[in-house]
T-cell receptor, first 113, second 113 residues
Framework: DTGVSQNPRHKITKRGQNVTFRCDPI?????LYWYRQTLGQGPEFLTYFQNEAQLEKSRLLSDRFSAERPKGSFSTLEIQRTEQGDSAMYLC???????????FGDGTRLSIL | AQSVSQHNHHVILSEAASLELGCNYS??????LFWYVQYPGQHLQLLLK??????LVKGIKGFEAEFIKSKFSFNLRKPSVQWSDTAEYFC???????????FGTGTSLTVIP
């Protein structure tokens, strides 16, 4: 169990630029979740995959956000035309199934200049 | 809308003191309940979980939590805290029929040696 890996750890970009984050879940885990966490708040659910299928998306996920998990393994989260309000920690978690606990990565901190 | 409330935002205790952190949720149906901990510089880790059965659940490091359905609560307890318990604690709820997880805003615990 090598844990959930997220890259990069920190991304600094100018407003209006596109950014992409990567998450490598624990290898046998079918479920993959993306969350966003801002200062003083708990993680907010963004979206969830069962293998390669994206099964749920939060209303928080605007049209500028897109997530993929093309082969049911790693996942990417892309934010287009970044805005100041996108500054946050983006967390990825994975689990074997709905009854098993989620394992979280260290997150990618996005800073918008 | 689904919500999870953690009323204690910051708790400061001396070592050996007893701990109780409150968690209340708003969903009326069947839920799964979790407490996660985030130690300084580390990722979120599961402390304990409740799915069904005995409403008093025991987790790692001497923590326990009690599910009181009538009060929509899942409070976390530890009889005697240690300095190493200094961390951020998050309560989370997952509806039994869904895949979205809802986290509280977190409680920061500082234990003074």
């Amino acid at each position: 169990d090598t844990g959930v890996s997220q890259n990069p750890r920190h991304k600094i970009t100018k407003r209006g630029q596109n950014v992409t984050f990567r998450c490598d879940p624990i290898s046998e885990h079918n479920r993959l979740y993306w969350y966003r966490q801002t200062l003083g708040q708990g993680p907010e659910f963004l979206t969830y995959f069962q293998n390669e299928a994206q099964l749920e998306k939060s209303r928080l996920l605007s049209d500028r956000f897109s997530a993929e998990r093309p082969k049911g393994s790693f996942s990417t989260l892309e934010i287009q035309r970044t805005e100041q309000g996108d500054s946050a920690m983006y967390l990825c978690a994975s689990s074997f199934d709905s009854l098993q606990p989620q394992h979280f990565g260290d997150g990618t901190r996005l800073s918008i200049l | 809308a689904q919500s999870v409330s953690q009323h204690n935002h910051h708790v400061i205790l001396s070592e050996a003191a007893s701990l109780e952190l409150g968690c209340n949720y708003s969903y009326g149906g069947t839920v799964n309940l979790f407490w996660y901990v985030q130690y300084p510089g580390q990722h979120l880790q599961l402390l304990l979980k409740y799915f069904s059965g005995d409403p008093l659940v025991k987790g790692i490091k001497g923590f326990e939590a009690e599910f009181i359905k009538s009060k929509f609560s899942f409070n976390l307890r530890k009889p005697s805290v240690q300095w190493s318990d200094t961390a951020e604690y998050f309560c989370a709820v997952n509806k039994n029929t869904g895949n979205q997880f809802y986290f509280g805003t977190g409680t920061s615990l500082t234990v003074i040696p």
